[in-house]
């Protein structure tokens, strides 16, 4: 059974740059699937950040694109993302995903498998 | 941009009633590419439905989902006490764009 968790300071600076982690377990990343990020800000709703493929092809939110990167090492186990220039805004809790499979098929769809997230706290 | 709106805010029900929760879409999903997700506090979303009317592994079958186009409605048959929670569409016709409704909350009447 496949399992993620994030990792990563749960207090960073306005205009510094938000890290976090997700290592997988149970599971290789090689096998096709894509994984991805989505935040939640306090009291509030879903938002899809970005996600990434087995080879590093990446797709981002594109309001948010200019400060984002995701980036994948499969012999770690683990996709990471990067937010530049952070701000109060970006608070929330994040969490790493897995997209599911559309008729055997890989891509960015629907989220299957869940990490518990992560807060993170924008303030200075 | 699809932007998916979820109605009713709340939804106030005993258990044992049926819960009927509404997501339209501001512009046809493409090959009915909804998934619904139970979202309870200090826990992460769990997918329920994909594909419009598919039920997720494990997800109990009084959970159903349906819809095309622009109108797509979740359906609980009888709510267990562990079923009230928030509860989120998100569509994957436009991927790579990916987003969200904001959410129905079922509470206990």
């Known amino acids: 059974q496949v399992r993620l968790l994030e990792s990563g300071p749960g207090l960073v600076k306005p205009s510094e740059t938000l890290s976090l982690t997700c290592v997988v377990s149970?599971?290789?990343?090689?096998?096709?699937?894509?994984w991805g990020w989505v935040r939640q800000s306090p009291g509030k709703g879903l938002e899809w950040i970005g996600s990434?493929?087995?080879?590093?092809?990446?797709y981002y939110k594109s309001s948010l694109r200019s400060r984002l990167t995701i980036s994948i090492d499969t012999s770690r186990k683990q996709f990471s993302l990067k937010v530049t220039s952070a701000t109060a805004a970006d608070t929330a809790v994040y969490y790493c995903?897995?997209?599911?499979?559309?008729?055997?098929?890989?891509?960015?769809?629907?989220?299957?498998?869940w990490g518990p997230g992560t807060l993170v706290i924008v303030s200075s | 941009e699809i932007v998916l709106t979820q109605s009713p805010g709340t939804l106030s029900l005993s258990p044992g009633e049926r819960a009927t929760l509404s997501c339209r879409a501001s512009?046809?999903?493409?090959?009915?590419?909804l998934a619904w997700y139970q979202q309870k506090p200090g826990q992460a979303p769990r997918l329920l439905i994909y594909?419009?009317?598919s039920r997720a592994t494990g997800i109990p079958d009084r959970f159903s989902g349906s819809g095309s186009g622009t109108d797509f409605t979740l359906t609980i048959s009888r709510l267990e006490p562990e079923d009230f929670a928030v509860y989120y569409c998100?569509?994957?016709?436009?991927?790579?764009?990916?987003?969200f409704g904001q959410g129905t909350k079922v509470e206990i009447k």
């Open positions: 995903s897995r997209h599911g499979s559309v008729r055997g098929d890989y891509g960015i769809n629907y989220f299957d498998t």
């Open positions: 149970g599971d290789s990343l090689t096998r096709g699937y894509y």
């Open positions: 990434v493929s087995q080879t590093g092809g990446t």
């Open positions: 512009q046809s999903v493409r090959n009915t590419y």
């Open positions: 594909g419009a009317s």
């Open positions: 998100q569509q994957y016709g436009s991927s790579p764009s990916l987003t």
